[in-house]
């Protein structure tokens, strides 16, 4: 854990690089430095009754896919399209579908992130074998047309159910 911290000391402290800016700014001592864990969870069902979890209440996700916020947008969309539905019509359907239709999404984007985590970067303490399954994916994704395809898709997310295509978050640029 501490190879990836000696990377850090060489950084010029903030102070010091600023210092004609804001010479009032002082430097303290670093007195600890680690490597940030990465942590993925999900929430399986992600409805028990009324309570019904969305974001990162139902799952985490690590930044390396860049989903967190893509997610719980997601789940926000289609949260509301559920209660509304549920107010217009008086029918559950789509809120006892809730979980099923979020997870499908969820799953994808957990995968990805821990692709993301796990192909780019080597593990010091990976097995010559993980090294070379490693290499083979890198080599596969910069020489196939469609390994490059499924990794953009992947990391512009999977669309919202009954969203137009092209269309992943459903927001709508007003500019």
């Known amino acids: 854990m501490t190879e990836g911290v000696k990377s850090f000391e060489n950084h010029t402290p903030t102070a010091t690089r600023h210092a004609n800016s804001s010479p009032k700014k002082t430097c303290g001592p670093i007195t600890v430095k680690s490597v940030l864990p990465t942590r993925s969870h999900v929430t399986e069902p992600m409805r028990h009754g009324r309570i019904l979890l969305a974001g990162d209440a139902a799952h985490i996700v690590p930044p390396t896919g860049a989903k967190g916020l893509n997610l ?37 984007a957990e995968h990805f992130s821990y692709f993301m985590t796990t192909t780019p970067h080597p593990d010091p303490d990976q097995s010559a074998f993980d090294t070379r399954l490693q290499l083979s994916q890198l080599a596969r994704i910069a020489s196939s047309r469609s390994a490059a395809a499924e990794l953009a898709q992947n990391y512009v997310g999977v669309p919202i159910p009954g969203r137009p295509p092209g269309s992943r978050t459903g927001c709508r640029r007003r500019w």
């Open 72 to 108: 719980a947008t997601g789940d926000v969309i289609i949260l509301a399209r559920a209660l509304t539905h549920l107010k217009q019509t008086g029918s559950t359907q789509l809120l006892d579908a809730y979980s099923e239709t979020c997870l499908e999404r969820v799953w994808r």
